[in-house]
């Protein structure tokens, strides 16, 4: 690891194992020193992970100098105690070509031999264990997804579809109540209103002289002989002015009254200008009886051009044909 606190820890766990457990051959004390070598190879040249490495080796050199025959094939690796001459020594001594055969035919054989009856089966079985637990979990998965579903269906069958039919007749219910509820309402008010023209009429207690017009219209009511002889109040009476100025081409207006206003503003600008002319005739009494009789009829004729057009109605009556009765 980078991480120098890391090695650090790491380093004092292995130390403590190594201390109190036995090495179980000269395969497991050859694939410890292997391992401790290559490491030291990488990070040998940083002096804070070289000095934890050090004492690992230190402990697995004393642990199996006789069970690899160190004494025998390596005569002259250091021996003293862990001291700064011996970490000097040993980094010297890793250089040299006896450790070096030591660790390619003596130690690189008995650490592959332990590879293969330990390490390898280890990772063969625990890539088993992970592959039955990944097909587990997606047993699981598959199995859990299922089960969402069957119960989705449950709740939609059981508690949704209820709900909703629930919700449909509440909500018929509801509107129902509305309408009822509008309709009294307008009943009532009917009913007051009639009261009120009842008091407010014109021969009534409560009669008030209104200048509003009150307009009449037929009621649809009919006798035997289909005649409509009664006569209701038109409270939707419009005396269709605004669609008489649309039919005249002349709404350009936004009311009658405004088109009103500008009418007698037109005729009373022609009648001061026609006053004018006359005045300045007088004045120049260049002009004969004639031509004054002819001002006056173009005045005339003016002022007759700009007034409203008169519209003459009267009153009629439904004419139904009946059939003779003896």
């Given at each position: 690891y980078d991480n120098?606190?890391?090695?650090?820890?790491?380093?004092?766990?292995?130390?403590?194992?190594?201390?109190?457990h036995?090495?179980?051959?000269?395969?497991?004390?050859?694939?410890?020193?292997?391992?401790?070598?290559?490491?030291?190879?990488?990070?040998?040249e940083?002096?804070?992970y070289?000095?934890?490495?050090?004492?690992?080796m230190?402990?697995?050199?004393?642990?199996s100098?006789?069970?690899?025959?160190?004494n025998?094939?390596?005569?002259?690796?250091?021996?003293?105690k862990?001291?700064?001459?011996?970490?000097?020594?040993?980094?010297?001594?890793?250089?040299?070509?006896?450790?070096?055969?030591?660790?390619?035919k003596?130690?690189?054989?008995s650490s592959?031999?332990?590879?293969?009856?330990?390490?390898?089966?280890f990772?063969?079985n625990?890539q088993k264990?992970?592959d039955?637990?990944?097909?587990m979990?997606?047993?699981?998965?598959d199995?859990?997804t299922?089960?969402?579903?069957?119960e989705?269906l449950r709740?939609?069958?059981?508690?949704?579809?209820?709900?909703?039919v629930r919700?449909?007749?509440?909500?018929i219910?509801?509107s129902?109540?509305l309408?009822?509820?509008?309709?009294?309402?307008?009943?009532v008010?009917?009913?007051?209103?009639?009261?009120?023209?009842y008091f407010?009429?014109e021969r009534?207690?409560?009669?008030?002289?209104s200048?509003?017009?009150?307009?009449?219209m037929l009621?649809?009511?009919?006798?035997c002989?289909?005649?409509?002889c009664?006569?209701i109040?038109?409270?939707h009476?419009?005396?269709?002015?605004?669609?008489?100025?649309?039919?005249?081409?002349?709404?350009?207006?936004?009311s009658?009254?405004?088109?009103?206003?500008?009418?007698?503003?037109?005729?009373?600008?022609?009648?001061?200008?026609?006053?004018?002319?006359l005045?300045s005739?007088?004045?120049?009494?260049?002009?004969?009886?004639e031509?004054?009789?002819?001002?006056?009829?173009?005045?005339?004729?003016l002022?007759l051009?700009?007034?409203?057009?008169?519209?003459?109605?009267?009153?009629c009556s439904?004419?139904?044909?009946?059939s003779?009765t003896e």
């Amino acid at each position: 690891y980078d991480n120098i606190l890391h090695c650090s820890n790491a380093s004092a766990s292995i130390y403590r194992l190594l201390q109190n457990h036995s090495l179980n051959g000269k395969e497991e004390a050859s694939y410890l020193i292997m391992c401790v070598n290559r490491i030291m190879l990488i990070r040998g040249e940083n002096q804070e992970y070289y000095s934890y490495l050090i004492l690992l080796m230190k402990t697995l050199i004393d642990k199996s100098y006789y069970l690899l025959q160190m004494n025998v094939q390596i005569l002259n690796v250091p021996q003293q105690k862990l001291t700064p001459a011996f970490i000097e020594d040993f980094k010297l001594y890793c250089q040299t070509t006896e450790w070096c055969i030591f660790i390619e035919k003596q130690c690189q054989p008995s650490s592959e031999d332990y590879k293969s009856k330990n390490i390898k089966p280890f990772k063969k079985n625990m890539q088993k264990w992970w592959d039955d637990t990944y097909k587990m979990m997606k047993t699981g998965i598959d199995k859990r997804t299922k089960q969402i579903e069957e119960e989705k269906l449950r709740f939609q069958s059981q508690i949704l579809e209820l709900w909703r039919v629930r919700r449909r007749s509440e909500y018929i219910r509801y509107s129902k109540m509305l309408n009822l509820q509008r309709l009294q309402q307008n009943l009532v008010d009917t009913e007051w209103n009639e009261k009120l023209k009842y008091f407010e009429r014109e021969r009534g207690p409560w009669h008030k002289p209104s200048l509003t017009k009150i307009h009449w219209m037929l009621s649809a009511r009919e006798n035997c002989h289909r005649m409509r002889c009664k006569l209701i109040e038109n409270s939707h009476f419009d005396s269709y002015e605004e669609a008489s100025l649309e039919r005249d081409e002349n709404f350009k207006y936004s009311s009658v009254d405004e088109y009103q206003k500008k009418l007698f503003e037109n005729l009373k600008n022609k009648k001061f200008s026609i006053q004018k002319q006359l005045s300045s005739v007088e004045n120049d009494e260049l002009l004969n009886d004639e031509q004054m009789s002819s001002d006056q009829q173009l005045q005339n004729n003016l002022l007759l051009e700009e007034k409203e057009k008169m519209l003459i109605g009267s009153n009629c009556s439904l004419i139904t044909i009946t059939s003779v009765t003896e």
